[in-house]
């Protein structure tokens, strides 16, 4: 892009922005179950964006210029914690600032002899692993039961040592929407005297309606004893505009751990809540506002139609042949996986009907499967997405799994990523049928079974260089 000689107008970049878009991916209606989340209300939409509009330019860096920023967001962490059990709280652009905050302030907080460490379940979600990358903490993993899938206690007790400095567990993990064992895992953080942290960025906003509208949802909250902190995203079950989160810590003091400050420059006062320093308040006027158009009456109402969708997708799929459903979801989460049909190969066959259903590749025993987040809308189209699943189901066993070049992935895990400059690295992958640079949305099913076959650090590292190819 170069930039025009003279400015455009407001119509022609709007325009261009449709045309720029043709491919995406609709995000409202409810046939792509990841990424966004709908509530089926435009009203309550279009009262977000506006808000978020109205604050789009003020800066959240300094709450004394502008005290709006401080009473939105005592207000929305108010609600937020009133909720979830109590606690003080920080409003954040999203799940992966809040637990970076929340890690942080458990480094902070801890006294080790070596390196800080964490226990971490396999299923709990990247953002602890890539917190640990940017703050110097080891994560330990924790294996999960094959079964539930939910994490261990005993394992958790295990990986606790002295350098320990955070336990974490999940409400729910994300891959198949289990809750891990909560008062369990905080009460042996607790009698270590470790510090124990929940992830429940998906769950937060959503698991107090669930059990409201009759469901068995367990304690996992601030009130459970030995929770320290606790990340909860609005712009998930809360539906907020993206990136709206906010991460509640039982004890003011560990709050403060979170915060950084900075005198040693002769600028302006520095004191940061968040990771971000300036930023637009738009995410948290649009939360603000998405919270004060649907009201308690708004969320239960959405929870209802989320149980009953979520019962449902889990009932259908569980009647399609060679389908099955991963563990005993609590949430609005289901995984389901196949002995029979290449779930990639599904995947792709779902999206030719229009419907985007998320490949998972297996991990620590834990097989591929697909992953279905259930919103306020899904119930609507529960049924269509059943027999796009069935279709797909039948499509997928008739083309059998997908088929790789002899030898591809030996020669993927042998390569010297870092001797193939992009341009190299996109001739391979279109030499096996991946274009990279191409428009519209591709199929994956290759993709995604070289990637299965590889392992994790080996993965990693082809992730990079497809993300590197596709923004030069």
């Not at 567990?169 to 891959?175: F, G, L, N, Q």
């Amino acid at each position: 892009m170069s930039l025009p000689d003279k400015g455009r107008s407001t119509e022609e970049l709007l325009a261009e922005i449709t045309r720029l878009r043709r491919d995406d991916l609709p995000v409202r209606g409810g046939k792509v179950t990841a990424y966004v989340y709908d509530t089926g209300r435009p009203e309550v939409h279009e009262a977000a964006a506006r808000a978020y509009f109205e604050m789009l330019e003020v800066n959240t860096l300094d709450p004394t210029a502008f005290p709006s920023v401080v009473e939105m967001e005592k207000q929305v962490v108010g609600a937020v914690a009133e909720l979830l059990g109590g606690g003080w709280g920080i409003f954040t652009s999203g799940g992966t600032e809040s637990i970076m905050l929340a890690v942080k302030a458990a480094r902070d907080s801890g006294k080790t002899a070596g390196r800080p460490r964490m226990a971490v379940p396999v299923t709990a979600h990247p953002a602890f692993h890539k917190a640990a990358h940017y703050l110097g903490v080891v994560v330990d993993a924790v294996p999960v039961d094959p079964v539930t899938f939910r994490a261990s206690p005993a394992a958790v007790e295990a990986a606790i040592g002295e350098d320990t400095v955070l336990v974490v567990a999940s409400a729910p993990s994300y891959p198949q929407g289990v809750i891990d064992p909560i008062s369990e895992i905080a009460a042996i953080a607790a009698a270590r005297g470790v510090p124990c942290h929940v992830d429940a960025c998906v769950g937060g906003w959503l698991l107090p309606w669930l059990r409201e509208a009759g469901a068995n949802v367990p304690p996992f909250d601030l009130s459970v004893p030995g929770v320290t902190s606790l990340s909860c995203d609005l712009h998930k079950f809360g539906y907020s505009p993206k990136g709206a989160s906010v991460v509640l810590f039982a004890d003011p003091a560990l709050r403060r751990r979170a915060y950084f400050a900075s005198a040693s420059w002769p600028g302006y006062t520095v004191i940061n809540a968040t990771v971000q320093s300036s930023k637009s308040a738009g995410p948290l006027g649009g939360a603000w506002a998405t919270f004060q158009a649907l009201g308690r009456e708004g969320y239960l109402e959405l929870g209802r139609t989320t149980l009953a969708a979520a019962r449902t997708l889990r009932e259908g799929i569980a009647k399609i042949p060679g389908l099955r459903v991963l563990g005993d979801p609590e949430s609005a989460l289901v995984a389901f996986g196949s002995d029979e049909v290449d779930v990639f190969v599904l995947s792709d066959e779902a999206r030719k009907r229009g419907w985007f259903l998320q490949p998972q590749l297996s991990y620590a025993g834990i097989p591929a499967n697909i992953h279905i987040t259930v919103t306020g809308v899904t119930l609507r189209g529960v049924e269509a997405m059943l027999e796009v699943i069935a279709e797909a189901t039948e499509a997928a066993r008739g083309r059998g799994p997908a088929r790789l070049p002899e030898g591809l992935v030996e020669l993927i895990a042998e390569l010297d990523l870092d001797a193939l400059d992009d341009e190299t690295f996109g001739e391979l992958a279109a030499s096996v049928g991946v274009d990279l640079g191409g428009s519209g949305q591709p199929e994956m099913a290759v993709v995604n079974a070289v990637l299965d076959a590889l392992p994790a650090d080996r993965r990693e590292a082809v992730l990079i260089r497809f993300l590197s190819v596709i923004y030069s």
